[in-house]
Every structure is written in C-alpha cells, then in structure tokens.
C-alpha cells in the first residue's frame, strides 16, 4: 500500500545561503515574458504557412507583424511570372514571345515600388521578395534567353557568357541591396539589371523580326551581353532620372514631343526599345570619359 502521509518539509540547515529577493525575481520573470512576445518569432507548432516580420517602432520597441501585404507583391508576382515565362519560351523556339516577356516584367518592375510607396505598404518581405524576383527576371531570364537564341552555338564559351551575365546581375543586385542607404539618389552605380536586361532582349527581339540567324551573329551577340553584364558591376555612374519633376508644369511641347516618341516606339517596338537602352548604357561610359578628360 502507498503512504499516502505527508511528510513535514524538511528546515533548510545551510548557514550560507541567502534569501531570495522577491523583486528581482518578478523583474526577471517580467524581461523574459517580454523577450517571447517580441521576440519569439517561431512560436507555431507543425506545418504553417506564415510570414513574421519585426518591424522598429518609436521609443525602439519592436513589434511583429504577420502576414504580407497583397498590392506590391502581386506586381513583383507578375514579373517573377514574366521572367519564368521567357525562359520557358525561349526553350521552345518563341523568342520574340520571350523579349517581349523581359520587357513586360520591367514594367511590372517599375510598378511595384511606387504601388507600396503609394498605399505605404512598404516592407522588408517586399523588399527582398523584389530583388530575388529581379535576380530570375532580370539576371537568369535575359541569359537563358540569349543562349538559347545565339549562345549555344558557340559551345563553352557560349554558356560561359550567359553565366558571366547571370553573375554579374546577382552581383549588381546583391551591391545595390548593401548600398542602398549610402549611395547617391541621382546616379546608379553600374548600370541596372533591368536596363541590361533590355539591352540583350531587345537585341534578341529585332534579331528575330529581322529574321537573322543567331547563331551567324554568335559572337556579336555573345559581345553585346558581355557588355551588359560587365557595365552592371562597373562603377560607372548612371542617371536614375530621379531628379526629373514629373508634377511641375511643363511646356506645351513636352507633352508633343512625349505623343511623338511613343507613337514611334508603338510603330517600331523593338528597334526603338533597343536603341533608347543601348544608348542609355553607353552613355555611362560615354560621360565618364568625357568628364575625365575635362
């Protein structure tokens, strides 16, 4: 049989020990019970599907926030789509269908950021979400793309050239991320991937309407994509066009002159869009020699 009996609790006999104080217990109990609210982040027990983010708040309290924002995402959504979609079409032959997806996923590029600046729904979790969707759209996409249409005829080097390009846009992502906050707001340092990206779609989108044979222009090809992955860690400078006031008036003419260029680029898409990047990313260079030698 069990004793069920309490037995009398022993009298604590060690002369050395010291009381405890109360107070610094309930502050003790109190700092960890704060630390698991802000910071126990992974408090989900089996299979989740979610998305905490600690965000700085005034006073440097931090509080988590779940879930993402919808808007923004879905635009960088939209050009991780486009991106995989020239990817997909250049691997069956489609490589008009192919540009044409890098110039879309630029566009949904460019809308994303001023959508989240717009509803102020920036975030950490959009932002990164951004630059890993511009590494595919803008980095793997336009490589896989010239390869596919020029490269591979060229064997080792031809792959070699698209994995130069694919690289170097990681790289031009990956420096741009770290130098965000420090670097000067009206000039990009090398030139930006979407940029790049355009330089080589376009040449793949007029090779293919003037019905040219990749793989007889291969080394013009594998030259124009070298160059654009070179200039994207170059340090040149490059206008972000961020000065430009885009809600002062204008003059009458400004607006003619914006209906005649675009009635240009609609008549002659890809000659037109190749030849306003490929000026834009010789211009880098262009200019820095011409400041040097002033």
Known sequence: MVDKRQHPKKKDTNPTRQPV?????????????DYEEHHDFDDHDGVTFEVVEGEELEGGKKIRRRGVYLLPNLFTTGALFSGFYAIIAAMNGMFEQSAIAVFVAMILDGLDGRVARMTNTQSEFGAQYDSLADCISFGVAPALVSYSWSLSSMGKVGWMVAFVYAACAALRL????????????????????????????????CGTEYQLDGQVIAVIAALVT?????????????????????????????????????????????????????????????????????
């Not at 104080?21 to 019970?33: H, R, W």
């Not at 990956?174 to 906050?181: E, K």
């Open 21 to 33: 104080d109360e107070s610094i217990e309930a502050e003790s109990a109190t700092d960890q019970q």
């Open 174 to 205: 990956a420096r741009f991320n770290v130098q965000i906050d420090t670097a000067d707001k009206r000039y990009f340092t090398g030139l930006p991937s979407p940029a790049a990206a355009a330089v080589v779609a376009g040449m793949v989108w």
């Open 226 to 294: 070298g160059f654009a992955a070179v200039m994207m860690v170059s340090n040149v400078k490059y206008s972000s066009f961020k000065e430009l006031d885009f809600k002062g008036r204008v003059p009458f003419v400004a607006i003619l002159v914006v209906v005649l260029v675009l009635a240009v680029v609609a008549s002659y898409p890809s000659q037109m869009l190749l030849a306003i990047f490929l000026l834009y990313a010789l211009s880098g260079p262009l200019l820095a020699l011409r400041r040097k030698s002033s």
